[in-house]
């Protein structure tokens, strides 16, 4: 190294940078010894280099946080020393749970499928439900013609009742006996036969529900009318004396009726030849203002004994199918 | 690098990796995410850093990192002429240590920067040719125009006072 007028800056940089060695050093402190005039000129360069300086970062510690693995592994271990046994202990604890539910996860084999069979039609099942559909309907079609012809003969049993009435209301024996023996208000009027009819009689059966209303307006005489229309809420009873002064069953009730049908009056009557049929039916004629015109409400019932039957023959049938489909 | 290694890099060096971001910056939220860039990517790359190449690396990172931050930003001479208090040059009792830092704000990044390491963190001129992507002449060479030019303003100032 050559210390010289064209050398020293750079050696003294190279000094101040501690670029150089140690022998180096001491050549350029020498140099500066023995001139004295570079002492200044080293002076400035040394005054160029930067005191250092504390400046802390303040964020050390969260720098360090970011240590992840380390913490995991240190709550890893604090968990199974301190904490897995007592949780396995609390879980153990719980009933169904340590047994049971584990036994449920280590199924071993594969539980029975359940073979869901296709709805596939039944010729023979639709066959027997058909004919049981058409006897039902065939045998309901039979009762309602019954009660057609029923109808037909309770008019004609009507026409006899109406007749029976005229020849009652022209019959001599015939007593119109006001009856008072109600505590009501309204009056009575029992109408006593006494003609024989015991045979009509005889023939009647006690049927509690069967009952026919029977407008026999025009069919009454006029005294009869007369009773009726003076007394809308009288009830005429026709008894008659059987053979042991019993009251006949046969009533006719004159059932209270309102203004506007023109002073219609229905009697219900009980008709016994209606019995061999064990149907029930109703009429209800209402009469309009045009003597023409008259409005009929009709309704039957079947006899539920008759529908028993129906309802024995199709189960029969289905017990029949079952039993062979079966062997 | 193991985990302890990196806790002691963050111990020894986090303090000289902020301090040389915001000498040069002089904006201490952005060092401060400097360094916390430059220590994560170290932790990433834990694995490939030796723990005697931990500190060149830190700062090679939190140098490229202020490199970007300062070209994203561009607001280092608005912080110059902002943040530095401007004092005359004639009065006498301004400290020698105040203007000699406000002579080397005033030197570009690349002066600054080879000043700040090899002042403050006394890196070799080979360490910092490392630190710096330059070649050892180069920082050689630009290290010693650095102090030509402060040792220059600071003659100024003491021929001013004088």
Redesign the interface.
């Known amino acids: 190294m050559q210390l010289n007028e064209s050398t020293y800056e750079t050696i003294f940089l190279l000094y101040i940078d501690n670029e150089l060695s140690h022998k180096e050093r001491l050549e350029v402190e020498a140099f500066i010894v023995d001139n004295p005039g570079y002492a200044l000129e080293m002076e400035a360069l040394k005054a160029t280099v930067l005191n250092v300086e504390n400046i802390p970062y303040a964020f050390k510690e969260n720098l360090k946080h970011q240590l992840v693995e380390t913490s995991l592994e240190t709550l890893e271990e604090d968990w199974n020393t301190n904490y897995a046994s007592v949780l396995k202990e609390e879980v153990q604890k719980i009933p169904g749970l340590s047994t049971s539910f584990k036994h449920s996860l280590k199924k071993a084999t594969v539980s029975e499928g359940i073979m869901i069979q296709p709805l596939r039609f039944n010729q023979h099942k639709f066959t027997y439900a058909a004919i049981a559909a058409c006897l039902m309907v065939f045998i309901g079609y039979q009762q309602l013609t019954k009660s057609q012809l029923s109808d037909s003969q309770v008019s004609s049993s009507s026409a006899t009742n109406s007749m029976v009435s005229n020849s009652l209301a022209t019959n001599s024996n015939i007593v119109l006996v006001p009856n008072v023996s109600s505590a009501s208000t309204k009056s009575e009027v029992t109408i006593i036969s006494k003609t024989n009819k015991q045979e009509l009689v005889n023939n009647i059966k006690p049927i509690t529900k069967t009952k026919k209303e029977i407008l026999i307006l025009e069919k009454l005489n006029t005294s009869e009318l007369e009773i009726a229309k003076t007394n809308r809420n009288a009830s005429i009873a026709i008894t008659e004396p059987t053979p042991n002064n019993s009251i006949l069953n046969t009533q006719g009730i004159i059932t209270k009726l309102p203004t506007s049908y023109n002073n219609p009056i229905t009697i219900d009557a009980m008709v016994e030849n209606t019995t061999e049929e064990r149907v029930t039916t109703s009429y209800e004629l209402i009469e309009t203002e045009d003597p023409n015109r008259t409005i009929s409400i009709a309704n039957f019932e079947i006899d539920g004994a008759a529908f028993r039957g129906i309802t024995r023959r199709v189960s029969a049938i289905l017990k029949r199918n079952k039993s062979e489909k079966e062997k | 690098m193991t985990?302890i290694e990196?806790?002691d890099c963050?111990?020894n060096f986090?303090?000289g990796?902020?301090?040389f971001i915001?000498?040069n910056i002089r904006h201490p939220e952005d060092a401060?995410d400097i360094?916390?860039s430059a220590?994560?990517k170290l932790?990433v790359n834990r694995a490939q850093v030796l723990p005697e190449k931990a500190k060149s690396y830190l700062f090679t990172v939190a140098y490229h990192e202020m490199i970007d931050h300062i070209r994203k930003s561009n607001k280092m001479p608005l912080e110059e002429e902002t943040s530095i208090p401007h004092e005359p040059i004639n009065q006498g009792h301004v400290e020698?240590?105040q203007v000699?830092?406000r002579a080397?704000n005033q030197l570009n990044p690349t002066q600054k920067s080879l000043?700040?390491l090899?002042?403050?963190e006394?890196y070799?001129?080979q360490e910092i040719a490392e630190i710096m992507n330059l070649s050892e002449s180069q920082v050689?060479v630009y290290?010693?125009r650095a102090?030509?030019i402060?040792?220059n303003k600071?003659?100024a100032y003491a021929s001013i006072a004088s």
């Open positions: 985990d990196y806790n963050v111990d986090a303090d990796v902020y301090r915001v000498k401060q360094v916390q220590f994560e932790w020698l240590k000699l830092m080397v000043v700040l090899k002042d403050y006394g070799s001129y050689k290290l010693h102090r030509l402060l040792k600071l003659s």
